[in-house]
């Protein structure tokens, strides 16, 4: 706007240039139309006759060449005030879309703040109610344990006294119904605390030979009860790792303790091998594969699963759904994993694998 105010100043203005272009046509258009009868009547001399001639020439194109002056102008003023409007224009968009921009970052930053705020307590909730189930369940093994404790030692020192068979035999289910409850309650409090990250992992000098021959004790009877056959396999082992022989045997156990449940005939096979070792630590296998019914493919993933058992009616005879899930926890705390690998009707195959230090390496406690 100031430049085209800089050459309005110079220039006549609109209703001045067309004025004056008014006049110098009129003018112009008078001299055209009489200069030859004038310069005939009036003027005789052949010389100046054509100075006449050349002023009227001069005259004409002077009055053009100013007409075009003014239309140039006024193009020129249209020009610069349509792109005067048009940068204003933008500037004002470019305002309106920056304080759109603000007014959006704004609103993002509140968004992302109340977000923030809900999950602080989100978190803040989650831990509170982790705390209270932890101080809940310790509550609750203390309540639980000891009166399951009295009833299996009350009911071992009933079976001492001596029993009829009818006896025995009640006395018999008591024992089982109350050592299953205590199994369960002891899986709840290790779930609890590998989730609260309060499981502590020992590392000692372990022998997994004997880690799987104690599990089988713990099983023969049971499993020869049924008309089992129970074996093993192990290979030659490293003799200076260090490990949690007592999580090593829980997780053989669990495995164990299902095929020899849910396998009604046949054999289950216990065995433990070496799958890669360096200067500082072996990684083992372990496995428990049974002649039992077998597990859909659909429903393999899920045993692993907290609470979780298979479809089939067969194999929810007992238990809770947490031995297989706190087996693969276990195994990766203990930096391995755990699986299983099955076919209806041909039995199961599950195992878990454990990376174990050896002996020349610093010990720590790994906790959950």
């Known amino acids: ?6 050459t309005d100043s110079k220039l006549p203005g609109h209703d001045d ?6 006049l110098y046509l009129l003018l112009g258009s008078a001299w055209i139309l009489l200069s030859d009868k004038v310069i005939h009547s009036w003027i005789t001399s052949p010389a100046l006759i054509e100075i006449a001639s050349l002023v009227k020439g001069w005259l004409y194109m002077l009055v053009t060449t100013l007409l075009l002056n003014v239309l140039i102008h006024r193009l020129l003023a249209r020009t610069q005030e349509t792109l005067e409007q048009k940068q204003q224009a933008l500037r004002q968009a470019d305002a309106r879309r920056l304080q759109e921009q603000e ?3 704004a609103q993002l930053e509140a968004m992302v703040e109340h977000r923030t705020a809900e999950l602080r307590e989100a978190k803040a909730a989650a831990e509170a109610a982790s705390v209270a189930k932890s101080a809940y369940l310790a509550s609750l093994s203390h309540e639980v344990r000891n009166p399951l404790s009295a ?13 009829d068979a009818q006896q025995s035999k009640r006395l018999g289910r008591l ?13 709840v409090l290790d779930l609890s605390r590998i989730e609260a990250g309060k499981l502590a992992l020992e590392e000692k000098p372990v022998q997994p030979d004997r880690i799987v021959g104690e599990v089988m004790a713990m099983v023969e009877d049971r499993a020869h009860g049924k008309g089992l056959e ?26 164990a ?25 072996a990684k083992l296998l372990f496995e428990v594969e049974d002649s039992g019914p077998g597990i859909k493919a659909a429903d393999l993933e899920r045993l692993f699963t907290e609470f979780e058992q298979a479809g089939d009616s067969l194999q929810r005879r007992a238990g809770c759904g947490l031995g297989l899930a706190i087996t693969r926890r276990l195994a ?27 002996q020349n390496q610093p010990a720590v406690t790994i906790s959950a």
């Open 151 to 163: 009833m299996i030692g009350t009911a071992r020192l009933m079976r001492l006294a001596g029993l």
């Open 257 to 281: 303790g299902n095929a020899v449940k849910f396998t009604s005939s046949g054999q289950i096979t216990l065995r433990a091998r070496l799958l890669e070792q360096d200067d500082s630590a």
């Open 332 to 358: 990766r705390l203990m930096g391995g994993d755990a699986g299983a690998q099955s076919q209806a009707g041909k039995g199961s195959r599950f195992w878990f694998t454990a990376r174990l230090k050896k």
């Open 103 to 105: 007014r959006q970052r």
């Open 230 to 255: 129970l074996c093993c396999e192990i290979e030659t082992l490293p003799g200076d790792l260090m490990g949690d022989d007592t999580r090593l045997r829980q997780a053989l156990l669990n495995y």
């Open 17 to 22: 240039a067309r004025r004056i272009t008014l």
């Open 175 to 187: 024992e089982t119904a109350a050592e299953h409850l205590l199994a369960v309650l002891d899986q």
């Open 1 to 6: 706007m100031n430049r085209q105010a800089g």
